[in-house]
């Protein structure tokens, strides 16, 4: 990750939670070139709405 300081890069992560174990993989993109900081929305549920939105459910450990 942010090997090439002109160049805004991207980052895998994989979330899941407890009652979500799938992983779900998740693509970050840097804030600005060179900056090293990766960010990313993406959506959490207590119901199982779409495919690509992690359940979870009060008290699940998140990663």
Same mark, same amino acid.
């Given at each position: 990750?942010?090997?090439? !300081?002109?160049?805004?890069?991207t980052?895998? !992560?994989s979330?899941?939670?407890?009652s979500? $174990?799938e992983?779900? !993989?998740i693509?970050? &993109?840097?804030?600005e ?6 960010? &990313? ?6 119901? &199982?709405?779409? $495919?690509?939105? !992690?359940?979870t ?7």
């Open positions: 990750m942010n090997n090439d !300081v002109n160049y805004k890069e980052a895998n !992560v979330v899941y939670s407890d979500d $174990p992983l779900h !993989v693509e970050l &993109r840097e804030t070139s060179d900056s090293g900081v990766f960010e &990313r929305k993406f959506g959490i549920s207590n119901s &199982r709405s779409a $495919p690509n939105v !992690v359940f459910q009060f008290g699940d450990t998140k990663a």
